[in-house]
């Protein structure tokens, strides 16, 4: 069964402190691979898409990179207002349009 | 340019009566996807819809769950005779094609049953 594993479950950091979240995932076909924030009581919201190996992606203090195996999000000097749920999730080539998700890691960034 | 609209943002429903829950995809969006979020529990999927057809319902209890997108109108998710493990978030997602193409989600419906 394809898996999608995220680590760490919680993450608190310091504000200025950088750190990587992490994806690892089991498929037999990957589509592509997608990185959502979601603030408590509402719907997660888009960050990126990557689709194969070796592909980057950077917004403000996030960059996402993907590798066979698995995918970080890399999160430079953040601020309290990074603070989220950080949601991975995969389109694996046989299972048509849904989206897998990982369980989420928890930031809680202190200032 | 509005995002993905759900309503209503809460619902409380009693043990055997039925919930509907609304979705109004992005505008030129014509693929909608319906995700569970148990309490303590990921995102699942229950049914991704177009226009008027659905494409893949796998994700969708047997029994009690029915979801459609007419021609004209919000995407439906109705829930029969609710039990109190039906007690979740509703996602709704929408996105312009199939495939690879990316999907944005609404706010959700937070159902509660009693």
């Known amino acids: 069964e394809d898996q999608v594993t995220q680590s760490p479950e919680a993450l608190r950091l310091q504000e200025g402190e950088s750190s990587s979240l992490n994806c690892s995932y089991t498929v037999s076909g990957l589509r592509g691979l997608f990185w959502y924030r979601q603030d408590p009581g509402k719907g997660p919201e888009f960050l990126f898409t990557?689709?194969?190996a070796g592909e980057e992606k950077e917004k403000e203090r996030l960059k996402a990179t993907l590798t066979k195996k698995e995918s970080f999000l890399h999160i430079t000097a953040p601020k309290p207002e990074d603070s989220a749920t950080y949601l991975c999730a995969l389109s694996p080539r046989e299972y048509g349009n849904k989206l897998v998700f990982g369980a989420g890691t928890i930031l809680r960034v202190k200032s | 340019n509005a995002g993905v609209m759900q309503n209503p943002r809460h619902l409380v429903r009693r043990r055997g009566q039925e919930a509907r829950l609304r979705c109004s995809p992005m505008k030129g969006h014509s693929h909608v996807y319906w995700y569970r979020q148990l309490p303590e529990e990921g995102l699942k999927f229950m049914v991704y819809?177009?226009?008027?057809?659905?494409?893949?319902e796998s994700g969708m209890p047997k029994e009690r769950f029915s979801a459609e997108f007419p021609k004209e109108g919000p995407s439906i998710l109705r829930i029969q005779q609710v039990v109190r493990g039906d007690s979740a978030a509703y996602f709704c997602?929408?996105?312009?094609?199939?495939?690879?193409?990316?999907?944005?989600f609404g706010p959700g419906t937070r159902l509660t049953v009693l």
């Open positions: 819809l177009q226009k008027e057809n659905i494409i893949d």
């Open positions: 997602a929408s996105s312009r094609a199939g495939n690879t193409d990316t999907q944005y």
């Open positions: 990557l689709y194969s």
